[in-house]
């Protein structure tokens, strides 16, 4: 590109690797390896003397593509890669940490987020505390002299809890910690992690990137030092994303603008109505006026994401409106066209010990839903029969 484009633009036009049959869309380089010239220009390719590929584990032109786009949308230097979502969690933690340094967490995280990190981030003698999404002064309570890392995903999931990123990511830098966020709920369009302070971006490409429920993926943004330390980890613990997967979820970029738009409105259009509900007694979303930091939200978001929460009497009323839903699917999957509902308590934090779920505001009658684009006035009357 010969001048600045707007991101949803590089998101259409950036990061094409062509080849000389001068394809339309991105080829597709399904190929484990890849050959050259020469001995001498093998040894310059490996040596980084030249641009070029080796091994799809370490770099490939379909997934540098990805990477590129992810990059023009997150406004960072450079993106890498992974096969999952939490393959990119693994590669934030492990990459910058090691035993005896110490993290501070957010307790509000998606289950096997929490998982990961209670039980095998600590398995390695790395220390971990966790604190309120939204309070400061525990984090700043929390932090000692060997903080290396703080960690969490705003808005929280499933109940919306915004953190202030830049007050977080002055406090981390103040003692010399990463500032790690895991932007997946709202994905690139919908907030920017990096501009707010954050040092490393990362997010499951799983969700709203792919946006149709095909593949998975992770995906880390940050400084080119920063990705180049993360780029060396995931190619020796072979994190790689396929190709195949890459492709998929650049077509899932091209569309992720529009698509955002219109799910972010079809949620908020949900989330007002069941606030009208004599059944449902409390509402999470991020986008509502009455957002305890609706404030905040306006600042650091373009929208209220794509996924509510919203609770009812008990467990048996919740699986009952979940079993009676006829056009959410059924499914822990969220970022879909098409919507969903899950039973938190039971699925997405089922792992996590009854004290430890509700230590995160996760009770019994939770319901989560991911709003799609299909017609909103057919989610409300489907949740409308289903809550009768």
């Known amino acids: 590109m010969t001048q600045k484009r707007h991101p949803q633009t590089l998101a259409i036009r950036g990061g094409k690797a062509q080849t000389e049959y001068l394809e339309h869309n991105q080829a597709l380089f399904l190929t484990s390896s ?75 995280l998606f289950g096997t987020t929490a998982g990961f990190i209670n039980g095998v981030v600590t398995k390695f003698g790395i220390e971990v505390t966790l604190v309120s999404q939204t309070d400061l002064s525990e984090w700043q309570a929390a932090v000692k002299e060997n903080t290396k890392l703080f960690f969490l995903e705003t808005p929280s999931n499933p109940l919306g809890e915004v953190a202030d990123l830049r007050a977080l990511s002055e406090m981390a830098h103040a003692v010399g910690a990463l500032l790690v966020v895991d932007n997946s709920l709202m994905s690139p369009v919908g ?31 940050g400084s080119e030092e920063l990705m180049g330390q993360v780029a060396v980890y995931c190619n020796s613990c072979g994190l790689a994303m396929s190709p195949f997967n890459a492709w998929n979820l650049l077509s899932g970029v091209e569309t992720l603008s529009v698509r955002m738009e219109k799910q972010f409105a079809n949620a908020l259009q949900v989330a007002q109505w069941l606030q009208t509900h004599a059944q449902v007694k409390a509402v999470y979303y991020a986008g509502l006026p009455e957002h305890p930091q609706a404030d905040l939200v306006a600042k650091q978001q373009n929208g209220g994401g794509i996924v509510i929460g ?34 938190p308590w039971t699925t997405t934090h089922g792992r996590m010990s009854p004290e430890d779920k509700l230590a995160a505001n996760i009770r019994p009658g939770l319901v989560r839903l991911s709003v799609g684009l299909e017609y909103a006035d057919d989610l409300i009357a489907d949740l409308q029969r289903a809550l009768a």
């Open 310 to 343: 919203f609770e009812v009497e008990n467990q048996e009323k919740a699986w009952s409106v979940i079993n009676r839903a006829e056009l959410f699917s059924r499914t822990a999957n969220l970022g879909d066209v098409r919507s969903t509902i899950t039973h």
């Open 34 to 108: 890849f050959m050259w010239e020469s001995a001498e220009h093998a040894e310059a390719l490996f040596a980084k003397k030249v641009k070029g590929f080796t091994y799809t584990r370490t770099a490939n032109p379909t997934i540098a593509a990805f990477e590129e786009r992810i990059s023009a949308l997150e406004g960072a230097e450079r993106s890498v890669a992974t096969s999952t979502g939490m393959s990119a969690i693994q590669a934030a933690f492990f990459t910058f940490l090691k035993a005896g340094d110490h993290v501070v967490s957010s307790r509000n």
């Open 191 to 221: 907030q920017q992690p990096l501009a707010l302070g954050a040092d490393i971006s990362v997010q499951s490409a799983t969700k709203a990137i792919d946006g149709h429920g095909r593949v998975m993926g992770g995906v880390l943004s």
